[in-house]
Each structure stands twice: as structure tokens, then as C-alpha cells.
């Protein structure tokens, strides 16, 4: 057993300022495996992967690779090739203009001369072994998203690699595109390579892994054989929540009592947008707190960011209040009422540089009009105003939200929707990396809100969140919607049951 | 003892405080500038009333001069400004957009012989269609707003030698000279007044309209930006378009000091001293936050930089070489690592000063 393995990491630590990513995390991959690597947001999956091709350094532990006594050190990702560990991720990294030999060649070799028919012929003999359905001489740009993806994973094979770790390689693939790079791996599986394979489809687990290694916030949670983990059982792991404390909580949930003759806020009916979401159907009443979950990719924020036109809207109405509104950018959503406080706040939420005061008034000014800028008396009032209502821990105003905490941050976005007086309110993650106190804070806010009549959709990683704040929760697997459950079903068994999709 | 640190401290707090301040940049550069002049020759600072070949008076110096050609850059600096602030990144056309302004006014006024306020109507409109066409393509087509304004910045100056049919019409008019030269009875530069009245219209702008605050969330975050329900792309191409108006005023006074044009020469590299003013103004050259005032600071320090090398003798062929050295300087403090290398050089001397 012991010389099958061609990789194992012993102990690695590795943190970042304020955070512990990774905290003496073990992994073993053997030959001719292929591994599923899990977990949630911030489990450290993305971490253990750049620690092992030499994007980051380690702070401790070790990393042995078949072949050598000793541990091996990985300082850059040259090394990692190398050492035989190659890399596929998700965006395809190579050069879409140059063709597929090419780019299969590319930067290996020291000499200067090219010798390019022999370089086309091998490369037409790599993809032929492999079943690739490329030709050597192709333009990369003219193959299918997986055949691309397939080239890079020739090209990795070819330079000898022992661990091929392929990162989310399917989210951009169709099902039968999916198919032809399983029996790929399946193909390379025989041949010896071990496979790390992340990604965040349950049902692709089960189609091609061995073994499943889950982590969580940074910690290994374990090891397991495929079949000694069923489905829900790796829900569990990667929630944190062992099904035994489930089966005996507290029967105490939150139930929406839905008045007679009262409509909608919001409806939709077969809404997909460009993201792959499947058409879903969803409603909020007013005063109602709902929620979306499922696990990291499963298509919840997609779903919320097609109500409010942040992704293209393929298809599908919307009705507020009764009626079908036409919604196709952010701006038609606010319009009509609604607000959006977005996942990810560095990227989508906060405007660095701008003051928390601009930042507090600025999807109301724009809503008001260009050429009806606010006084600053009148902006400071508002700013003034949510500062002290949200307990806003700031300088000034006129500090830029950049050097806010993140929790503060937040609540600045937070402000910003409040202050549009929105009759539906969605609130993707709106908890995620920030403290305690101020996630409670924000929970009874929602239900504050609520109780004055507001729609929310309440999004969060965290399970016991959802039970705390959502009367009814769309659950959603694989990007589909896959159940909802309300009243005595808002569970957390039944709710990683029906993430699970069952046992299986 | 214990009062004179505290009082030094203050001192040093309050001068880190100044040297924070976005418009010290410019400032201090406009400052040492004098300073230099003051004690390099005195005489840079004389100032003659005479009387010019019109017979109205006029004051003459080097510092009327500044004032001049100043003005030009000042106008182009708002425009610039707003450019960069909201796409990140600097038109190059400027140039030659100026001699397409100024060709289009020379045909309206010596080929159709219209009145001069049509022809610069006319100049501003098409100084806008090209300012929209480098906007569409920096806006919609998402290309490098420096390559996409090296299209018009290659083109520029041949559609403006094609619209007068590469011929020099001269405006007889002398009234049209009064615009970049002197107006009778008047003894400062009409530029001046030009440039004050572009600076009031946009601070007018900047204050009663969101102008300021979406260009600058656009270009600090443009995905933020588009959740708050601004559009990018109509936002930077806005602010192309307004560069094409400043680009017609600029036009306007660059032909009339000449009462005619040199499509080859006229405002030749005055992109580059447009850019630098605002670089110069403590611009983040990488779009966001800006600060309008210190871009026309900026503009005047250019010039004054450029005439004390004038009154230097130093031949007009050499002068980007040592406005170079300026800009390496320039760019080199204001590069965030030498920055948080100088705060920390400041931070160890305050520590040992408290040891």
C-alpha cells in the first residue's frame, strides 16, 4: 500500500494575516486514484492546492512525493511541474490563438531551435492515445470548451505528471462534454496518474471518485472510501453538522402566516439567466423572510442576482405585486423596489475609495437622478443617520469604506438598501466574514424589517442561520431548484437531506 | 523640553497632514518652481505694459505667458481629468482632435463664410462625434483607451488637412485674434478669461449634477457601480464627449492666435503635457477619486515649468528630454512603493525621536 502512494502532505499550517487557512491538514493521494477534494467557503481547499504547487509558501508541515526520501520543498509552480504535480484550473490558462501543439509545447524546452513537425507529430500521437478529438495543427480557439480543457490536461500528462489536479474543471462544461472528460480521467486513472479532482457537483463526486477528503474551516475533517460516505453524509461533513446532534434538535422554527387576498411582492416564473441556471419559479410575500440554500455553487446567488438583472435574463417574468415588470439591468429592479446587498462585498458591494457617506447614498442618489445631486447637509443627514441606526463603527463620514472592518463594511451596504426604502430586500451572505455580535445584529434586523412588511430573501452558508431568520427555504442542488421546505420540514436533517438529494 | 516635542510633533502631524492633502502635490511643485526662478534670475517675475501691434495695451512677462499658454492646458486638464477618473485611462488624441477643431472652424469661416460662433458650434459638435468615437470604442468595445485613441491620434491631423483640402485659409477677420490673443482695453490674455469660464462652467457641473460622484465610483468599481444601477460604459463615454468640447475651446484659441492653421504642428504633444497636468494634480492615473482643482494647478505648473526652460535657453527640440526628468521624478514619488518607503523612513525617525 504504502509505495502506491505518490503524494502525501503531513501537517501543513499555512496563515494569513488574521486568518488560519490551514491548520494541520493531512493528504494522501495514491497512484491511479481519483480524489475528490470538499468543502465549503473558506474550508481551505483553494489554500491546500496553492500550498502543494507552490503558489504559497507553507508555514509548516511537510510534502512527500514518490520517488524521493526525502520531503520535498515547492517554491514556485515551476517547481511543482516539475516535481510531476500539474495544474488545470477552471479558466482554461493557456493561449487561445496558437494551436493545440503549440500550446501543449509551449515554454518547455530549453532550446532555442523548434523542430515543429516533430513537435505535431508528437502531439498528435499524445492526443490520439489520450481520444482527444483535436488535431494538432487546430487553432486552440476553435475547439469546444473541453476539448481546450482536455489540451491542458494532455499537456500536463505529457510533462509526466504524477498528480494532476483539476480545479472546478466542469463548471463550464455541458453534460456530455462532462461525460468525455470523465472517461479521460478515467483513461489517465489506468495509466497511474492520481487525480485531485475539486469541484462542487455532488453528483460528479459519486460518478468518478475513489475517495472523498473533506475540509473545514481550515481543519481536515477526514478521510473517506466513496462508498463508506453516502451523500448526505458528506453534507453533513462539509456543514459541520453530524447527523446525530440533527436528529435530535429543538422542533422550533419560524412559520409565515400568509394573510388571505394578499399577492406576491415578487414572483418569477421560469426565470434563467446566462449563468446555466436552470428556469426557476419563486414568490415572496410581503413581511415573509425566505431563503436559498444549498451548497457553494449550486446556483443560489445566481438565482437572486437574475431578479435583479445583475446577469443577463435569458427568459421568464417577473411580477411585482400582481404585476409582470420588465427587468433587464439593476436599475429596472430598483425601480421597482427592490434591493440587492451582493456576495461578494469587495468585488460587488463597496466603492474603496468613495466616503461611507457616499457610499451609504449612493444607489438612492442614483434612483433620484443625475442632475439632482443631494445637498451635503442632506447626504450627511442620511449618512448620519444609518451610521447611528446600524451602530456604523467609523471615523467619520467622510472615511473611505475601504479602511472600514469588514462587519462595518457591510453594514454600510446594508444602509444603502435600507435607505432606498425597498418593498423586497435580498441579502446574499450578508453574514459571511464578519463577527459574531454583528451577525446577530443583522438577523434581528431582517426580522425587524420584516415585521414592517418587507420581502427578504436571506442567503447564508450557514444552516443554523437560515433556521433562525427564514420561514421557507428553495433549496438547490447542482444548479437546479430541487425542493422547498417550510413549517415542521425546516429541519437541518431535512434540509441536508434534500441537499443530498436523498440517500443514494 | 516636554512642550517644545510636543509642539515639534504637532508641527510634524500637522505637516503630514498637509503633505497628505492631494492639492499639496502640485502646489509644492508650482512652489519650488518659483523659488528656483526667484533666485536663478529676479527677473523672471517683470512684468511690462505696452502696447501690442493693434495698438491696445497689453501686459508682457514671463508670467503672462504662463498665464497664456496655461490656459490651453488647464481647459484640456478637465477634460482629461474626467477621462481618467472614470475609464482608468488617458486619451492620446487630443492633438490631433485640436487641428480637426480648428480645421472645421477655418472652412465654416473662410470656405462658407459664416459667423465665427457658428464655426465654433460647428467645431465643438464634430470635436464631440470624435470624442464619442473614441468613447464607444474605449466604452462599449471595452479596448485600452490608450490604443484606442491612437486610432485619431494617427488619423487626426490627415482628416484635418482633408477638410480644408490641405490648403492654409487665413482668417482676415482681426476681431477673431481678439479669442487668443488680447481684447482692446483689456491688458491680460483672452485665454485667461476662457479657461476661468470652462473651470466655473464644470465646477458649476461638478456641484449641481452627479457628474463627479459616478464617474468616480465607475472607475473605482465598476461592478459595484452597475449593481447600484450606473452604467459604466454611458458614463465613460460621457466623459470622452466632454473632453471633445474642451478639445473645440482649446481649438478655437490655438487658431486664432495664428489666424490660421499648421495641421502638422498646431497643438503638437499637447496630449502629453494634458496628461502630466493631471498626473501632477496627485491623479490616480489608474481612474477613481479625483481632484479637479489640483489638475488645473497641475496644467499652470506645466507651463510654468515650460517657460523657466525657455527663459533657460534650453532649444525647444530638447525640452521633452528635461520635461522628462521632471515627469521620471513625478512619477517615481508618487509610485505607491516609494511612498510607503518614505512613511516608513518617517515612521522609524518619529520612533527613535520618542526613544
Given amino acids: 500500500m504504502k509505495d502506491k502512494v505518490v503524494l502525501e502532505m503531513k501537517n501543513i499550517h499555512k496563515s494569513f494575516p488574521g486568518v488560519r487557512a490551514l491548520q494541520g491538514v493531512d493528504f494522501t493521494l495514491c497512484e491511479g486514484e481519483i480524489h475528490a477534494l470538499m468543502g465549503e467557503n473558506g474550508a481551505g481547499k483553494s489554500t491546500l492546492i496553492k500550498v502543494l504547487t507552490g503558489v504559497y509558501g507553507k508555514d509548516e508541515g511537510q510534502i512527500f512525493i514518490k520517488g524521493k526520501e526525502e520531503a520535498v520543498s515547492i517554491k514556485s509552480p515551476e517547481e511543482a511541474q516539475k516535481a510531476g504535480i500539474s495544474t488545470v484550473y477552471q479558466e482554461i490558462t493557456l493561449c487561445p490563438n496558437l494551436t493545440v501543439a503549440e500550446n501543449m509545447y509551449i515554454g518547455r524546452g530549453s532550446s532555442v531551435y523548434q523542430n515543429w513537425k516533430k513537435m505535431n507529430g508528437a502531439a498528435t500521437k499524445i492526443l490520439q492515445s489520450l481520444d482527444i478529438q483535436a488535431d494538432a495543427t487546430q487553432e486552440l480557439a476553435s475547439c469546444s470548451l473541453a476539448v481546450q480543457q482536455m489540451v491542458a490536461i494532455a499537456r500536463a500528462v505529457d510533462m509526466d505528471c504524477k498528480v494532476l489536479i483539476l480545479d472546478e474543471p466542469t463548471s463550464s462544461l455541458d453534460e456530455q462534454e462532462v461525460e468525455k472528460l470523465f472517461k479521460l480521467m478515467r483513461d489517465l486513472k489506468a495509466r497511474g496518474v492520481g487525480i485531485i479532482f475539486v469541484t462542487h457537483f455532488l453528483d460528479q463526486v459519486y460518478e468518478v471518485c475513489d475517495k472523498i477528503t473533506v475540509l473545514r474551516d481550515g481543519k481536515l475533517v477526514g478521510e473517506y472510501e466513496i462508498a463508506d460516505l453516502p451523500r448526505v453524509k458528506l453534507v453533513s461533513k462539509m456543514l459541520g453538522k453530524e447527523l446525530h446532534e440533527t436528529t435530535g434538535e429543538k422542533k422550533e422554527h419560524l412559520t409565515y402566516e400568509k394573510k388571505s387576498g394578499v399577492v406576491p411582492v415578487i414572483e418569477t416564473e421560469n426565470l434563467h439567466s446566462n449563468t446555466g441556471i436552470k428556469p426557476f419559479d419563486f414568490n415572496i410575500y410581503p413581511g415573509e423572510v425566505n431563503g436559498f440554500t444549498g451548497l457553494l455553487g449550486s446556483g443560489r446567488s445566481e438565482c437572486v442576482r437574475a431578479i435583479f438583472g445583475a446577469d443577463s435574463v435569458l427568459g421568464g417574468t417577473v411580477k411585482k405585486n400582481g404585476k409582470v415588470v420588465k427587468i433587464s439591468k439593476p436599475m429596472d429592479a430598483m425601480k421597482n423596489g427592490i434591493g440587492y446587498l451582493p456576495e461578494d462585498r469587495k468585488v460587488d458591494g463597496i466603492i474603496g475609495d468613495l466616503s461611507v457617506r457616499e457610499n451609504i447614498i449612493i444607489a438612492l442618489q442614483v434612483l433620484r437622478g443625475f442632475f439632482r445631486p443631494f445637498t451635503k447637509a442632506e447626504a450627511n443627514k442620511f449618512a448620519d443617520e444609518y451610521i447611528k441606526l446600524l451602530g456604523i463603527k467609523t471615523a467619520s463620514a467622510n472615511t473611505p469604506i475601504k479602511s472600514l472592518s469588514g462587519g462595518n463594511q457591510q453594514k454600510c451596504i446594508l444602509a444603502r438598501w435600507l435607505l432606498t426604502h425597498p418593498d423586497y430586500l435580498i441579502l446574499d451572505e450578508p453574514t459571511r466574514g464578519i463577527d459574531i455580535g454583528t451577525k446577530t445584529e443583522i438577523q434581528k434586523l431582517v426580522l425587524k424589517l420584516a415585521s414592517e412588511g418587507m420581502g427578504i430573501t436571506f442567503i447564508s452558508s450557514e444552516i443554523d442561520e437560515m433556521l433562525g431568520t427564514c420561514s421557507r427555504l428553495i433549496v438547490m442542488r447542482d444548479l437546479n431548484v430541487v425542493g422547498e421546505l417550510s413549517g415542521e420540514e425546516l429541519s437541518q436533517s431535512m434540509i441536508m437531506n434534500t441537499i443530498a438529494g436523498g440517500e443514494k | ?355
Fill in chain 2, 1 to 355: 523640553m516636554q512642550t517644545k516635542k510636543s509642539n515639534y510633533t504637532s508641527i510634524s502631524e500637522m505637516l503630514g497632514k498637509l503633505v497628505k492633502q492631494q492639492i499639496f502635490i502640485p502646489v509644492a511643485a508650482l512652489l519650488l518652481l518659483a523659488i528656483f526662478n526667484l533666485i536663478a534670475d529676479p527677473g523672471f517675475y517683470k512684468i511690462s505694459y505696452g502696447v501690442n501691434s493693434a495698438g491696445s495695451p497689453v501686459l508682457s512677462g514671463y508670467l503672462m505667458t504662463i498665464l497664456d499658454y496655461g490656459s490651453e492646458l488647464a481647459i484640456l486638464a478637465v477634460g482629461m481629468t474626467l477621462v481618467t477618473a472614470s475609464s482608468g485611462g488617458q486619451d492620446i488624441s487630443v492633438g490631433a482632435a485640436i487641428a480637426i477643431a480648428g480645421s472645421v472652424m477655418l472652412k465654416f469661416i473662410c470656405g462658407m463664410n459664416t459667423p465665427v460662433i457658428i464655426a465654433f458650434l460647428a467645431a465643438c459638435v464634430v470635436s464631440m462625434f470624435f470624442g464619442a468615437f473614441n468613447g464607444v470604442l474605449v466604452a462599449h468595445f471595452k479596448i485600452q483607451p490608450m490604443v484606442a485613441t491612437l486610432i485619431l491620434y494617427t488619423a487626426g491631423r490627415s482628416i484635418a488637412a482633408w477638410i480644408n483640402n490641405n490648403e492654409l485659409p487665413i482668417v482676415s477677420d482681426p476681431k477673431f485674434a481678439y479669442l487668443g490673443g488680447f481684447i482692446p482695453g483689456i491688458p491680460i490674455p483672452t485665454p485667461f478669461f476662457i479657461a476661468a469660464a470652462v473651470v466655473i462652467i464644470s465646477l458649476l457641473v461638478l456641484r449641481f449634477t452627479n457628474l463627479g460622484l459616478y464617474t468616480q465610483a465607475v472607475g473605482i468599481n465598476e461592478s459595484s457601480s452597475r449593481l447600484n444601477g450606473l452604467n459604466p460604459a454611458f458614463i465613460k463615454f460621457i466623459t470622452f464627449v466632454i473632453l471633445g468640447l474642451c478639445v473645440a475651446v482649446v481649438g478655437l484659441i490655438k487658431v486664432s492666435r495664428l489666424s490660421t492653421i499648421n495641421y502638422s504642428v498646431i497643438a503638437k504633444d499637447i496630449e502629453m503635457d494634458a496628461i502630466l497636468a493631471v498626473a501632477l494634480g496627485g491623479n490616480a492615473l489608474g481612474g477613481g477619486k479625483f481632484n479637479l482643482a489640483a489638475s488645473i494647478i497641475g496644467a499652470y505648473v506645466i507651463q510654468f515649468l515650460t517657460t523657466t526652460l525657455y527663459k533657460f535657453n534650453v532649444q525647444s527640440d530638447a525640452l521633452p528630454a528635461y520635461k522628462a526628468v521632471v515627469v521620471i521624478f513625478l512619477v517615481v514619488i508618487s509610485a505607491p512603493v516609494v511612498r510607503d518607503y518614505i512613511s516608513s523612513i518617517g515612521k522609524k525617525i518619529s520612533h527613535k525621536e520618542v526613544a
